[in-house]
C-alpha cells in the first residue's frame, strides 16, 4: 500500500484545501514511493496564519524550555536512524552510509541549536549621555519561510528549521518535491513528537509543476519576515529577487563549481582517497562535491593512475545493496543530463578514463574525464552527479587561477602535508569555505557555512546561523533625566 502524508499546519496532519496530491517516485526502481498533499496558495497562507498565531508564545518560551524540545528531538532522530535511512534510500536514492551520515550531523546541528538557545545574545555599548546605559539585542525576526532540498535530506531539512526556531521564530517550510518526507514531514515528525507547540513549525508539500506559485505565496505573504533557501544557483536567483522584491532577508546556499587541488607536497595515496570521496560520495549530489580535480604536473601521471582505478572499482547500483558507493541520482532525468555533459565533452575532445557511456536508469557510472576545454559545457557547469575533470598545473599561481576561473565560490578541498604551503594557497582561493589537507566535502553544525558569488550569500551555523535569523535593536535606559533645549 502507497503511503500517504498530508500537509503539517497547526500542528494538524491536512489536506490541501484542492483535495489534489502529488507522487513521489523512487528514483531507482521508477515506482510511487508516496503521495503527498498538493498545496496551493490558499495553503500556504493557512500555513503562515498558524506560524503568526504561534510565534508570541513561541518567542517567549522559556529558554531552558525550547532547548529542552531540541535535545528531545536529537534523541528522538538519533533512535529514528535505520527509518530515516529506509525514506532516503527509497524517495532519493541514498545509501545506508549516506543516510547515517545525515542522520549524525543533523542529530549534532539540533544539539548546537540548542547550545544556542541559552548563549549570551547581545553586547552592552558605550553611551553619548552621562547615566545612560545602551544595549544590542538580538531578537526574533518572526516567521521564517524555509526551502529545504533533497540531495542531503535530513541534513538540509533540519539545517533549515533549527536555527531559526532556535532564535524564537516560527516557520513554514516547503520540502523539495524529490524528498517532501525525508528533508520535510519526517524532521517535523521529530521535533512534533519532541514537543514543539502547534504551529510552530509548519509544513506545505507541493506538485511539481506548483512550486513557482507556492514558492511565491509563501514569499510574498507580509508576515514571512526571512527567507532561507539551500539548492540550485538558477532557482536562488528566483528566490532571491522574490525576497529582495518585498524587502525581506535571504540567506542563500547555492551551487558549486569546486576544486579539489592536489599540491607538489601532497600524499599521493591519501590525496586519491580524499578525491574519490569528495567527488563520488552520494552520486556527486552535494552542494561540496568536487567537480575539477587539479593536480600538480609532478604527481599527475601516479595520481590520475590510482585515482582512475579506484573510480573504475566503485560499486554502482541499488542504494539498498549495502556495498553500492555510487547509487542512482534523484531521477533518470538528472542522469541522462549528467550524461549529456559527458558526450558534450567528448564530442569536442574530452578523453574518457573511466565510465560514460549510457545510463541505465537513473544510475549513471562513477566518471572521470580529462583534457576538458573551455568550449565544453562541464567546463563551466555544475556536474552535481558521478563526474568529475581532471586538470593539471605547474606552479601555485596557475592552480589558483584554475580554481577561481568559475562564477561559483562555495568551497575548495587543497592536498598537502604541508600546512603552511596549504595556508598560503588557501587565502588565495575565492570561496566561502577552504579546507587544507581535505577535500572538498564537509559541514559542521558550529562553523559558518556558505559560500560567495553565484554560490549564495549568508550563512548557515554557529551564532551566524542564530545572527542570520534575527534582528538586532538598539535600546536605551536612562538612569537620570536628560536636559533638552526647550
Known sequence: MTLHRDLLIDGKDTPAASGRTAEDLNPYTGEVFATVAAAGAEDVARAVAAADAAFPAWAELAPFERRRIFLTAADLLESRADRA??????EAGGT????????????????????????????????????????????????????????APIILGVRSVAAPLAAGNTVVMKPSEDAPLACGLFVADV?????????????????????????EALIADPRV?????????????????????????????????NAIIVLDDADVDHAVNAAAFGVFMNSGQICMSGDRILVHESLAEEFTAKFTAKVA???????????????PLVAATSARRVAALVKDAVDKG?????????????????????????????????????????????????????????????????????????????????????????????????APFGGIKHSGYGRFGGRWGIEAFSDTRWITLATQHAHYPF
Request: aromatic fraction near 4%; include cysteine; charged fraction near 20%.
Open 96 to 151: 545506508a552510509p549516506w543516510a547515517h551520515f545525515n542522520v549524525g550531523l543533523a542529530t549534532n546541528i539540533l544539539r548546537e541549536a540548542a547550545a544556542a538557545i541559552t548563549a549570551p545574545r547581545g553586547e552592552v555599548l558605550t553611551a553619548q549621555e552621562a547615566g545612560a546605559l545602551g544595549l544590542a539585542v538580538r531578537e526574533p525576526a518572526g516567521v521564517v519561510a524555509a526551502f529545504a532540498p533533497w540531495n
Open 350 to 446: 574530452a578523453t574518457v578514463l573511466t565510465g560514460g557511456g549510457e545510463p541505465d536508469g537513473a544510475v549513471h557510472p562513477a566518471t572521470v574525464l580529462t583534457g576538458v576545454t573551455p568550449d565544453m559545457d562541464i567546463h563551466h557547469a555544475e556536474a552535481f552527479g558521478p563526474v568529475c575533470v581532471v586538470d593539471t598545473f605547474a606552479d601555485d599561481d596557475r592552480a589558483v587561477a584554475l580554481a577561481n576561473a568559475t562564477d561559483h565560490g562555495l568551497t575548495c578541498g587543497i592536498i598537502t602535508e604541508n600546512g603552511t604551503h596549504g595556508l598560503k594557497v588557501a587565502r588565495r582561493i575565492r570561496t566561502g569555505i577552504v579546507h587544507i589537507n581535505d577535500q572538498s566535502v564537509a559541514d559542521e553544525p558550529q
Open 191 to 215: 521535533l512534533r513528537d519532541a514537543g514543539l507547540p502547534d504551529g510552530v513549525l509548519n509544513v506545505v508539500t507541493n506538485a511539481r509543476e506548483d512550486a513557482a506559485e507556492v514558492a
Open 85 to 90: 535511512a529506509a525514506i532516503m534510500a527509497k
Open 313 to 327: 572499482a566503485l560499486p554502482c547500483g541499488d542504494p539498498a545493496d549495502p556495498s553500492t558507493v555510487v547509487g
Open 225 to 257: 519576515r526571512v527567507v532561507n533557501f539551500t539548492g540550485s544557483t538558477g532557482v536562488g536567483r528566483t528566490i532571491g529577487s522574490l525576497a529582495a522584491q518585498h524587502l525581506k532577508p535571504a540567506v542563500l546556499e547555492l551551487g558549486g563549481k
